[in-house]
């Protein structure tokens, strides 16, 4: 038994109750702030209409159109160049411009006014990234994925190095300091770089967050914690729409949906550390007086006293930590990665696992992320009902999809969801306007279904590779979904505004197109994890042979059928032929019979 199966043993033993409830609360508030900036951006960055003006006395010109309704005044279109009569930036005194107007330096808007009446502010009209700035408005959301990839990194080593609960408390100081310079900062470029590193805070805090919470989990708990944790990432996007609909100002609203970091923190420092992580890195007592804690917190009792369990523990994790010295000391670690790739790419099931597996997770979330942040261009005057519901979609997702996992395969949910989500969010675009409630049901839907295919891949993906890789595939396919959120931005912003139904079909795409490599990647349901690559091949094999099977018993019970057919008609013949003898004997007989006398008579005579 390794060190990892004993310990599990032990947490068995010790059960879910209590103790677990502070590590678990830490992971929610860390996922509650993974939601608020990752889907906040239909809210904090939302794009306004606005109007541009190459002088102030335009304004009194345009008041005639403005009664006419907002739509028509605020129009969101710059000024053609024949509108500017100079190639440098417009001189206007600022005493002449009317008190919805500022000016901005753009010389295709130098004079702008946004419509209000939604957003007070946003990202975007505090820094009129209109016009020729335009191109700046995915970076806010881009951003914030890439930091999100550096983070899962950093916050992975130094968890790994100085504990989950270090970890997570850095991240929370980082994050505090990074929210209060993006809310006193006046330059955009500030912006940008706070926004990366909150990336990198989020996903500090969220990765150790994660792995502390599962690793103080009982192994049979794990799988269903693990989707649960979902639901305040639902939660929390539900209460972003909430209170954005009542604070319409970028600012005070980032300030208030960080604020739960303000909790964190504290809680942090009373939530123990993970005493799986204590037990590798040698601090047995530190581990021991916890397991003593969680005990007598859950009320059990174990069979066999604590002290010899972790001296057993101890001992195997030692064994195991000589040997892998032993392997290490004979080839250096970049001949091993090198070596194990290589092998990896012959084998013909794990080349298929290595080219699919990213391919399906970089198109799933671009799509995923893609749908939630187009509120702006599904519906400009209600981003809050949309992010609402995009929440309530994705809880109803988990809580289907959680007991669905143990009736139905991982490769056909995950298949369901993106080919049939695609193919309603291509629908959604034949729908006229006028039965919005209908466009409103089908991206909804749509959202269910790939929210739960999602929430299915985090499984589903693991199982796939072999247990001496899988860590570092997992890490691989989350990196390649790390880049499909930051391209989402750049088609819900850069390519909305040259075509309204592009980003429709770029995202019904993206799904339809990963539900047609699913079939490719093999099913993992009640099958025993692979622990080495020969595993990976075995199963494939074990699926190639189980096909073949049911193909050779479909053609037999064809061939039966076709000779039960055959022998029917074949007995419904021989019984006409029969039928027919039967009547030419008896109609002879008949004959014969009838002809007697008369024979009879010709004889005498």
């Known amino acids: ?92 005194n600022v005493t002449h411009l009317y008190p919805d107007q500022h000016l901005t330096n753009i010389l295709s808007c130098p004079i702008v006014e946004y419509d209000r009446s939604t957003f007070t502010s946003t990202i975007i009209s505090q820094w009129d990234l209109v016009c020729e700035r335009a191109a700046l408005r995915p970076i806010f959301q881009t951003l914030f994925t890439l930091g999100g990839i550096l983070g899962s990194l950093v916050g992975g080593y130094v968890g790994d190095r100085w504990g989950r609960k270090r970890a997570v408390q850095i991240g929370c100081i980082v994050n505090i300091l990074v929210v209060a310079g993006m809310f006193f900062t006046p ?54 729409a909430l209170l954005g609909y009542f604070i319409r100002t970028w600012k005070y609203l980032l300030l208030a949906c960080a604020s739960p970091v303000l909790i964190l923190l504290p809680l942090s ?21 916890i397991l003593q804690k969680a005990l007598r917190v859950n009320k059990v009792r174990l069979s066999t006293p604590l002290n010899i369990t972790i001296d057993k523990l101890i001992q195997t994790i030692d064994n195991e930590a000589e040997s892998a010295e032993e392997r290490v000391s004979l080839i250096t670690p970049i001949q091993e990665a090198l070596r194990q790739v290589c092998s990896y790419l012959r084998s013909p099931a794990m080349r298929i696992i290595i080219l699919v597996t990213p391919v399906i997770w970089f198109l799933q979330s671009c799509l995923y992320l893609g749908v939630v942040i187009n509120a702006n261009n599904f519906t400009s005057t209600d981003p809050f009902l949309y992010l609402a519901l995009s929440g309530v979609m994705e809880g109803s997702a988990i809580l289907i999809i959680t007991p669905l996992t143990t009736k139905i395969g991982r490769r056909i949910m995950v298949w369901a969801g993106l080919a049939l989500g695609g193919l309603l969010l291509l629908l959604e675009l034949l729908v006229p306007y006028k039965y919005y409630w209908a466009k409103w049901v089908l991206v909804m ?11 299915v891949n985090y499984m589903y993906a693991p199982e796939l590779f072999p247990t001496e890789a899988r860590a570092r595939g997992f890490a691989f396919v989350t990196v390649m979904g790390s880049i499909g959120f930051s391209c989402a931005p750049l088609i819900t912003d850069v390519l909305s505004q040259h075509s309204s139904w592009a980003v429709g079909v770029t995202f019904g795409s993206s799904g339809i197109l990963g539900g047609l490599l699913v079939p490719l990647l093999p099913e993992t349901r009640n099958t025993p994890l692979p622990e080495t690559l020969q595993d990976v091949e075995d199963r494939r094999n074990a699926t190639i042979s189980k096909a073949k099977r049911k193909k050779k018993e479909r053609k037999k019970n064809g061939r039966d059928s076709m000779r039960s057919e055959q022998y029917y008609i074949d007995d419904e013949e021989l019984g006409t032929e029969l039928s027919e003898t039967s009547t030419i004997r008896e109609n002879s007989t008949v004959i014969s019979n009838s002809d007697v006398p008369a024979i009879s008579a010709g004889v005498r005579s």
Not at 205 to 210: F, I
Not at 269 to 289: C, M
Not at 446 to 454: E, H, I, P, R
């Open 269 to 289: 420092f009373i939530t123990d550390e993970s005493p799986r992580w204590l037990l590798q890195k040698g601090h047995a007592d530190e581990a021991s007086s």
């Open 1 to 92: 038994m390794s060190g990892q199966d004993g310990f599990d043993h032990l947490l068995t033993a010790v059960g879910f109750g209590k103790w677990q409830i502070p590590s678990l609360l830490v992971t929610v508030l860390a996922m509650s702030q993974f939601s608020v900036q990752l889907l906040g951006s239909p809210l904090l960055s939302a794009p306004l209409p606005f109007r541009c003006f190459a002088d102030p006395t335009e304004y009194i010109n345009s008041s005639n159109i403005s009664m006419e309704g907002s739509s028509a005044y605020y129009n969101s279109e710059c000024l053609s160049p024949s509108n500017i009569s100079t190639t440098e930036p417009l001189e206007i």
């Open 445 to 455: 839907v749509g959202f269910l279904l790939v929210a739960g295919s999602y929430q």
């Open 187 to 240: 330059l955009y470029a500030v912006v940008m770089i706070l926004r990366l590193v909150a990336g990198c805070t989020v996903m500090g805090m969220l990765v150790p967050a994660w792995s502390l919470v599962l690793e103080s989990t009982p192994a049979k708990l794990r799988s269903r914690v693990g989707m649960l944790l979902g639901l305040p990432f639902s939660a929390s996007t539900m209460g972003m």
